[in-house]
């Protein structure tokens, strides 16, 4: 069984930075690639950033362009996503998922397993 474990999220004002991680279980990590996404109060969930497998092709919204970086350990199952400048409008639960596909995808319909989330809240 597959399993996600977010972690890292907080409040912290803007222009501040975050470090999320993922502790991956259940899975041979190394053939999954992994995403990120978000979803802020009344709104939709939303395409943040994946990574595929092997950590060489990497995908962002274009809303977090230059600010996020994604990044993966395959030898500790963890998949990582950095924010720095951080604005108001980032502020949402974010939710780490795992797709059985070393392509990487942005479609959150490609991946099957997520987590239960992390509270992201950036103050003005």
């Known amino acids: 069984q597959v399993q996600l474990v977010e972690s890292g999220g907080g409040l912290v004002q803007a222009g501040g930075s975050l470090r999320l991680s993922c502790a991956a279980s259940?899975?041979?990590?190394?053939?999954?690639?992994m995403g990120w996404f978000r979803q802020a109060p009344g709104k939709e969930r939303d395409f943040v950033s994946s990574?595929?497998?092997?950590?060489?092709?990497?995908y962002y919204a274009d809303s977090v362009k230059g600010r996020f970086t994604i990044s993966r350990d395959n030898a500790k199952n963890t998949v990582y996503l950095q924010m720095n400048s951080l604005k108001p409008e980032d502020t949402a639960v974010y939710y780490c998922?795992?797709?059985?596909?070393?392509?990487?995808?942005?479609?959150?319909?490609?991946?099957?397993?997520w987590g239960q989330g992390t509270q992201v809240t950036v103050s003005s």
């Open positions: 990574i595929s497998w092997r950590g060489s092709t990497t």
């Open positions: 259940g899975l041979t990590f190394s053939s999954y690639a």
């Open positions: 998922a795992a797709t059985r596909s070393r392509v990487v995808s942005t479609l959150m319909a490609d991946f099957g397993s």
